[in-house]
């Protein structure tokens, strides 16, 4: 029974690749159809702040633009977590987006016009201190004319993908998605502050959130909000054993918890290092709950919101740590070229950071699947993840040229 189950949960996988592989925006009626139900609601979270797409008609427009605007997407079935639980099923899978970049006179003028938005007096970039201008425009160079061989380069960039499915009748419909690029040897695209777009997308995507949570999640009991706001209140408070909250929060069978990086967490063990760690980096953790968006099945709930994590940081303590990251680039594997572009990133992105002021807030996503265990709700699957913005040639780590 249970291989059959996973059969058809692959099988969903699998068209859901086929209509990523031939990217035939003729064919996505076909595809939603196949995938989805026009009757249930639908949530499914993009790489970057504002794609939150809810019902069936964002869930289908996100799909058409992907598949007309985006790079290439690929799934590696063989690394597919597959948990059915019930009626209720998570897929999780990692894969790559195709994402190419060109040495040519078009993109040099294209990016002068980004520059140039700058100093226009109209745009929000514009409105920025000089400092932060300079030394963003600075980051995005070091990436821009760093002199990569040839003059069309292309690279896979690491793409998670998850999906939270119901059995209906005889066939499996997807409830959730999320798309999310890991963020790995940089800091996060978005800060909120007072400068920029960041707080604009931030507070849209909460008020979107506001405003569907109101009108379509009539499972929101006090059991999820209380958990919740718990989960929010202790997590990061040093007076909190870890040894507790890892127990209190986490199923205690083949969890799957996923950090905003590479790293995945399968058991107790596992996760009391995610939170040691977690404690170690962030000073403060404000999850939205008011505005969460819960759904459930069953015993089996799943959830999507958003936060903030905050840590502050002095200059010269960035300096530090920046030093020290230098330091092992040295001793790095790299060739020499990558090894002096890297340590031109990581001073162009100390500089740029450093501009914004030493407190920090980055924005992040939540997303989860919640069982019952002992009578108590706890998470078997939870993924934190950052909105994406910038594709950049030797932005991360978690991309890999095409030779």
Not at 179 to 186: D, K, Q, R
Request: aromatic share 12%.
């Amino acid at each position: 029974m249970k291989n059959e189950i996973n059969n058809e949960l692959r099988e969903v996988l699998n068209i859901f690749e086929e209509g990523y592989i031939q990217r035939d925006v003729n064919k996505v009626d076909s595809f939603m159809e196949a995938l989805f139900d026009k009757n249930e609601n639908v949530i499914v979270l993009g790489t970057s702040c504002g794609e939150l797409c809810l019902g069936y008609e964002e869930v289908k427009d996100i799909f058409s633009g992907d598949w007309e605007y985006w790079g290439d997407l690929r799934i590696k079935a063989d690394e597919a977590t597959i948990m059915p639980l019930g009626n209720t099923a998570l897929i999780h899978t990692t894969g790559t987006v195709k994402y190419s970049f060109y040495s040519n006179d078009d993109t040099y003028t294209r990016h002068l016009g980004y520059i140039k938005e700058y100093f226009d007096g109209v745009s929000s970039d514009s409105k920025k201190p000089n400092k932060a201008k300079l030394t963003e425009i600075n980051w995005k160079l070091c990436h821009l004319l760093n002199k990569w061989d040839g003059e069309e380069r292309h690279y896979l960039w690491d793409l998670r993908i998850s999906f939270v499915l119901v059995k209906k009748e005889s066939r499996w419909i997807i409830r959730q998605m999320q798309f999310s690029l890991p963020v790995v040897g940089y800091l996060p695209d978005m800060r909120i502050d007072n400068i920029g777009d960041d707080i604009e997308n931030f507070n849209a995507e909460e008020s979107k959130l506001k405003d569907y949570s109101i009108n379509n999640t009539p499972t929101y009991n006090d059991e999820t909000l209380k958990l919740l706001q718990d989960f929010n209140n202790e997590y990061l408070k040093a007076d909190k054993e870890i040894d507790i909250i890892a127990s209190k929060y986490f199923a205690a069978n083949n969890p799957l918890i996923i950090n905003t990086d590479k790293s995945f967490y399968s058991n107790q063990e596992e996760i009391k290092r995610l939170i040691e760690n977690h404690r170690a980096y962030y000073d403060e953790m404000t999850l939205d709950y008011e505005n969460c968006l819960v759904n459930s099945n069953e015993d089996v709930v799943w959830i999507v919101t958003h936060g903030t994590m905050k840590k502050v940081m002095s200059e010269e303590n960035a300096f530090e740590n920046t030093v020290d990251i230098i330091k092992n680039i040295f001793a790095s594997d790299l060739n020499d070229k990558d090894k002096l572009f890297n340590v031109r990133r990581r001073i162009a992105d100390t500089f740029k950071e450093n501009a914004r002021g030493e407190e920090y807030v980055w924005p992040f996503r939540l997303e989860a699947v919640l069982i019952r265990e002992d009578e108590n709700l706890v998470f078997k699957y939870l993924q934190f993840s950052l909105p994406f913005s910038w594709f950049l040639e030797g932005k991360t780590e978690a991309s890999s040229i095409l030779e």
